[in-house]
T-cell receptor, first 115, second 111 residues
């Protein structure tokens, strides 16, 4: 299994440009997440989804949008890139079994620089 | 909302020394998970603790979940250079929906 696949791995954007970070998983997980990690810092939740058609904001959603049209895909959209969005972005997925969530599988990350 | 804290933020040890990181949640957790992130890598799952007072071991790593299910610890015995990285705890709330990650403890091991 491929697990969680993110594209692209690296990207440089100019201020004001837009882009979509792609994330797909092949484990039939119902939960998917987007995190950002600033240098030397922890993981901050941007958005998450509990299933196709359902998304919700995390801790730092401003400047981002998501959609979940299928179980497999969870793209993250940056509409007007700003230098503050320079970060490493991780997509993750997990499966909820009753009250207990299974482990989160992370993608390799996308390193985004906004100049 | 739920907050998860970790101490220390950084730890530098000599190879062979022990290492412990502590994780505390502001709310009672359904379960807690631990992840390791190597420099330049992505977080990788280590273990999940579900029961109050639970202790699990993985070779030199010992994980504990507090009786009140609000705190946890990771202890590494006789550190090796391969243990270098950042260790994150992730608390799962009682609805089992979200992982709230702690800020992580960055471990450096000097050979």
């Amino acid at each position: 299994n491929a697990g969680v696949t993110q594209t692209p791995k690296f990207r440089i954007l100019k201020i004001g440009q837009s882009m979509t970070l792609q994330c797909t998983q092949d484990m039939n997980h119902n939960y998917m997440y987007w995190y950002r990690q600033d240098p030397g810092m922890g993981l901050k939740l941007i958005y998450y989804s509990v299933g196709a058609g359902i998304t919700d904001k995390g801790e730092v959603p401003n400047g981002y949008n998501v959609s979940r049209s299928t179980t497999e895909d969870f793209p993250l959209r940056l509409e007007l890139a700003a230098p503050s969005q320079t970060s490493v972005y991780f997509c993750a997925s997990s499966y909820l079994q009753g009250p207990v969530n299974t482990e989160a599988f992370f993608g390799q990350g996308t390193r985004l620089t906004v100049v | 909302g739920q907050q998860v804290m970790q101490i220390p933020q950084y730890q530098h040890v000599q190879e062979g020394e022990d290492f412990t990181t502590y994780c505390n949640s502001s709310t009672t957790l359904s379960n807690i998970q631990w992840y390791k992130q190597r420099p330049g890598g992505h977080p990788v799952f280590l273990i999940q603790l579900v029961k109050s007072g639970e202790v699990k071991k993985q070779k030199r790593l010992t994980f504990q979940f507090g009786e009140a299910k609000k705190n946890s610890s990771l202890h590494i015995t006789a550190t090796q250079t391969t243990d270098v990285g950042t260790y994150f705890c992730a608390g799962v709330d009682n609805y089992g929906q979200n992982f709230v990650f702690g800020p992580g403890t960055r471990l450096s091991v000097l050979p």
